[in-house]
């Protein structure tokens, strides 16, 4: 299982104030040293945290990898292909969104059109992909079709359950999860984990990978990255180890 940090809003607090701290390359390396299999940033087509000289820099900078996430956006495409970052994950972006809500529309053609014609540059450019999807069995097909080299399952719908349905989240995350693999995807996962309700999902054997971000760096703020990474990685670690 690898542990990637998305660390977009340790930007975020930089933006607040347009001024040059706190500095994500500097997060992105104590996230590394405490452990972090690699670090995840989300560049928005509004550059509301990450800017781009913050992945020009990260690139030059992480020594796991970068999952550059990003919509199938022409501009930010030309980007991502001249970066070509370790992965690049697809996921929907709304400007008015807080957060990206849901997984990718792979259903409506003109959405699929755009994904696709991402996943055709992305792939030429030599970039794994990965597209962030809910987990439902008709997105899991369609992603497989497509060619992505992984799908990451959103988990904000276990992340808000009311506890009584957390159980049945998570038996769609499983299957999902299972097909994923079964189609020969490989299977990320991640929105809205936390540190008290990581454990279920990092037991499912077949993901590989999990995204965390706010969590984390809410909890950088007191007790450093390193420190707040290793905890996160090792609850992943004592979830995998009890399956
Ligand atoms: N995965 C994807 C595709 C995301 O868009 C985000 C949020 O940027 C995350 C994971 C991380 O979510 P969180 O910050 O809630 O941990």
């Known amino acids: 299982m ?8 340790v930007a975020t607090v930089r933006q607040a104030r347009r001024t040059d701290e706190p500095d994500p390359v500097r997060a ?3 996230a590394e ?11 928005r087509e509004d550059r509301r945290h990450i800017q781009d000289r913050d992945v020009e820099l990260l690139l030059q900078t992480v020594r ?22 370790m992965q690049a994950t697809l996921v929907p972006e709304k400007r008015e ?10 259903q409506s053609p003109e959405s699929r059109g755009r994904v696709e014609t991402a996943l055709a540059r992305l792939a030429e450019a030599g ?10 069995e008709g997105a899991v097909r369609v992603a497989a079709e497509m060619g992505a080299d992984a799908v990451e399952l959103h988990t904000g719908e276990y992340a808000n359950a009311r506890p009584e349905m957390r159980g049945r989240e998570i038996e769609r995350l499983q299957t999902a999860a299972s097909l994923a693999r079964k189609l020969g995807l490989a299977v990320h996962a991640g929105h809205g ?13 077949e993901l590989e990978e999990l995204n965390i971000g706010h969590s984390v760096v809410s909890r950088a703020i007191f007790t450093g990255m390193e420190a707040a990474v290793r905890e996160m990685a090792e609850r992943i670690r004592r979830a995998r180890r009890a399956t």
């Open 127 to 136: 970039v794994r992909t990965s597209l962030f999807i809910d987990p439902e």
């Open 33 to 43: 040293l405490g452990g972090a299999d690699g670090i995840t940033v989300h560049l």
């Open 2 to 9: 690898r542990f990637y940090v998305n660390i977009d809003h």
């Open 64 to 85: 796991t990898g970068v999952n550059l996430e990003l919509a199938a956006a022409s501009d930010i495409l030309e980007l991502a292909c001249r970066w070509r970052p």
């Open 193 to 205: 984990l936390t540190y008290e309700n990581v454990a279920p999902v990092a037991a499912i054997p």
């Open 97 to 106: 969104e807080i957060t990206t809500e849901g997984g990718l529309d792979l």
């Open 28 to 30: 992105a390396v104590l």
